[in-house]
């Protein structure tokens, strides 16, 4: 028995059971994406390479949990997600699969790539206000007069195990690779999808997350031992997928219980881990797909030969990828 | 019995269990690179991104394979191989890997990024000016003075069994992928050890070789059915991996034999396939890299679902990089 008792549960908590199950799915349809290993001091550190999905980053991951365990009745209803990018371009992708009709409420200010990539993949886009409109509710509103399923980009168990899938994916191949597993994750976190799943993935490895400067609402919260939002202050940030303005208890719980760490880092620190994986790795990574590494090459996080840092999205308009290369 | 009957005799011939060998060599020591689904058109072709090979391009294969077969003996005598910059880190990476000295006679105007790197292996570097020097013939009196072999960049039979182990190792990825094999294979050529090598690996596929204009002497002998070199009045073109001025009976003959096409392309049409590559799957390709991407968009090739492309390497300097993505 490795499923969830109940796995289409509203209410369940995410599991590693679930992940395993995510895993399975996913196995299934993707390939997976290259574990990379990078030198970097004494140390050789080992590099997922999630940028390299079909949509450029692992959300495709947790989007393809939830939508292909939606009932018939389910699919027919449609989907509606908020999400600055990614989110946003892996509903479409899995609802595309599906033949489902996908909503997608995204920021005015988001990347054109990710817009024009979102619709590409057939799904309907609403824009709002980043500063001013409230996305959940603007979703939500859709929601009730459609019929249509919210699919919050981290606030939900199957995504956190679709997410986690990304840990056990990277498991098999360090051990395959070097005969070892890791006893260290460096991750990006903007609501904590990715690195709950992964802390459920890998439950001996100590986590690390990485937020933007003024963005590191989680470390706060993790140090403070109870959630606190962004600050109405936050500077900006060229972070733009990373930018989420509150946890959720969820996401916090998982990673206050495995004792998670967290750093932020500046734009000046992740420009320098896009060249460096331009030049190191040949990957084009977008900003809030670098904070990791950057937190690494920044000397903020301890690494050893077991250290798993994810390289988690690539979807960068050209313009600030050459400012990046040129900082 | 699957091996050549001397697999170490200097006067043999490249064959298809030469490239079984290698590519079972090379799967031991390096995982494969990913092959990535690409819609172009009605068609979606499968991209192997040999620019993620840990020195940036599928050079490390001839290399290994070449390298890894030494005796002790020769092991003790060293290498040394001339190259633009791609060849010199493959021969330099198993040269370090294998414990051996490597000496590297490169152009003075090799990207620098190239040079640097090849050093970093460990590697001695003796530079030539590309338009008066003579680098068959340094390399050629280096290994008199020194006892060092001489390890060609693609007039040798393990090096193309090395280079083609690229298409076996894509056979099997297309078929667990997709359930098909590849018909068509479009891939770069300098001295043609890659397109070789693949023509003897997949048997059955039409092979495109796709030169830089003016750099076509590959497509002018096929065409004329004799060996013709690149012409003195060649002009300036951005793929440096690409600038072989002449190509090796070894290299023609295959192509010839199964028919290859070939085509041109330019540097605008280079640099567009570079901002795809960037775009629709997060990867860096160098000029030369790209150039079967480049033929492919600019609808000089036919294409259908089953055609492989050999995204064939990605050490580009930033600059070069980043004119390409503003081009």
Same mark, same amino acid.
């Given at each position: 028995?490795?499923?969830?008792? /109940? ?34 001091? $004494?140390?050789?550190?080992?590099c ?16 393809w ?9 389910e ?40 817009? $024009? ?9 609403i ?5 001013? /409109? ?21 606030? /939900? ?39 709950a ?8 490895a100590?986590i ?9 609402d ?19 940030t ?16 998982i ?7 967290? #750093?932020? #880092?500046?734009d ?18 977008e ?17 050893d ?20 290369l040129?900082?």
């Amino acid at each position: 028995m490795t499923e969830p008792s /109940d796995p289409l549960s509203p209410t369940r908590k995410p599991s590693r059971e679930g992940i395993e199950r995510a895993a399975k799915k996913i196995a299934a349809i993707l390939p997976p994406t290259p574990l990379m290993p990078l030198k970097h001091g $004494d140390s050789t550190i080992w590099c997922k390479a999630e940028c390299l999905q079909p949509m450029g980053a692992f959300k495709i991951r947790g989007a393809w949990h939830r939508l292909s365990d939606m009932s018939e009745d389910e699919r027919a209803r449609g989907v509606v997600a908020f999400s600055s990018g990614n989110h946003a371009q892996g509903v479409a992708w899995a609802a595309k699969r599906l033949n489902m009709r996908a909503t997608i409420v995204m920021p005015a200010d988001a990347p054109q790539r990710k817009i $024009d990539a979102t619709r590409g993949y057939g799904a309907d886009i609403i824009t709002f206000d980043r500063r001013s /409109d409230d996305r959940v509710a603007i979703a939500q509103a859709f929601a009730k007069e459609t019929g249509a399923i919210v699919v919050p980009s981290f606030d /939900d168990p199957w995504i956190i195990e679709g997410q986690g899938s990304t840990g056990l994916e990277a498991l098999v191949q360090i051990i395959a690779q070097a005969g070892i597993s890791p006893d260290k994750v460096v991750t990006c976190c903007g609501g904590g999808g990715l690195a709950a799943g992964i802390a459920l993935a890998l439950p001996g490895a100590k986590i690390t997350v990485v937020e933007p400067d003024g963005w590191d609402d989680m470390g706060v919260s993790l140090r403070g031992k109870k959630i606190v939002p962004v600050g109405a202050d936050a500077p900006a940030t060229v972070c733009d997928a990373l930018q989420t303005p509150l946890v959720s208890p969820l996401t916090f719980n998982i990673l206050k219980d495995c004792r998670a760490q967290a #750093v932020s #880092v500046s734009d000046d620190e992740v420009f320098a881990a896009m060249r460096h994986a331009h030049e190191r790795l040949r990957l084009v990574l977008e900003p809030g797909g670098a904070v990791a590494l950057a937190a690494i090459l920044a000397g903020k996080v301890e690494i050893d030969d077991r250290t798993l840092v994810i390289l988690s999205g690539g979807n960068v308009d050209p313009a600030l990828f050459s400012r990046a290369l040129a900082a």
